[in-house]
T-cell receptor
Framework: NAGVTQTPKFQVLKTGQSMTLQCAQDMNHNSMYWYRQDPGMGLRLIYYSASEGTTDKGEVPNGYNVSRLNKREFSLRLESAAPSQTSVYFC????????????FGEGSRLTVL | EDQVTQSPEALRLQEGESSSLNCSYT??????LFWYRQDPGKGPEFLFT???AGEEKEKERLKATLTKKESFLHITAPKPEDSATYLCAARDTGGFKTIFGAGTRLFVKA
């Protein structure tokens, strides 16, 4: 039972490079989310997708774009990476807004030099 | 502004020494208060959901309680394997925006 799978687990970029973080869930969940986690701060929501075909901005969306490819997959793209985007990124999913618990992936550690 | 604050930042306990973690929240219309456990290098793992003041939930050595402004995670007779970061989160009436606290790092020494 894989749950939420993120790739890659580690990535090092140079300033200005682009990359896409991939996320897939096999729990038939409707909603998917991208968070970033920085030392001393709580998880902060970047973007979310309430259901297939919809995406919305979270608390810190600047510098990111997302695509809900289908019900299973939700990707996060950094078009021009900046050192401030060095962080650990977590993808999560939930059945919907009424069942609130989130199921998280293992995380993707990104370093921007 | 919606906010979730956890204290203490870190807590060191001896095995068997019971204690509590605090989570204060300011959310307009709470639609759930959540507790997660996070081990180093891993994603958060769901523990509990509380919906209304006075509600309590238990799992092994952990018990979560909720008031109108705070939630507590009580740890009874902890073991070294309980060492982890415990995250508190609140979901507002919009339903999709869950606000996380910075977490409490718990260390339990044998």
């Amino acid at each position: 039972n894989a749950g939420v799978t993120q790739t890659p687990k580690f990535q090092v970029l140079k300033t200005g490079q682009s990359m896409t973080l991939q996320c897939a869930q096999d729990m038939n969940h409707n909603s998917m989310y991208w968070y970033r986690q920085d030392p001393g701060m709580g998880l902060r929501l970047i973007y979310y997708s309430a259901s297939e075909g919809t995406t919305d901005k979270g608390e810190v969306p600047n510098g990111y774009n997302v695509s809900r490819l289908n019900k299973r997959e939700f990707s996060l793209r950094l078009e021009s990476a900046a050192p401030s985007q060095t962080s650990v990124y977590f993808c999560a999913s939930s059945m919907g807004s009424l069942t609130g618990e989130l199921f998280f992936g293992e995380g993707s550690r990104l370093t921007v030099l | 502004e919606d906010q979730v604050t956890q204290s203490p930042e870190a807590l060191r306990l001896q095995e068997g020494e019971s204690s509590s973690l605090n989570c204060s929240y300011t959310v307009s219309g709470l639609r759930g208060l959540f507790w997660y456990r996070q081990d180093p290098g891993k994603g958060p793992e769901f523990l509990f959901t509380l919906y209304s003041a006075g509600e309590e939930k238990e799992k092994e050595r952990l018990k979560a309680t909720l008031t109108k402004k705070e939630s507590f995670l009580h740890i009874t007779a902890p073991k070294p394997e309980d060492s982890a970061t415990y995250l508190c989160a609140a979901r507002d009436t919009g339903g999709f925006k869950t606000i996380f606290g910075a977490g409490t790092r718990l260390f339990v020494k044998a």
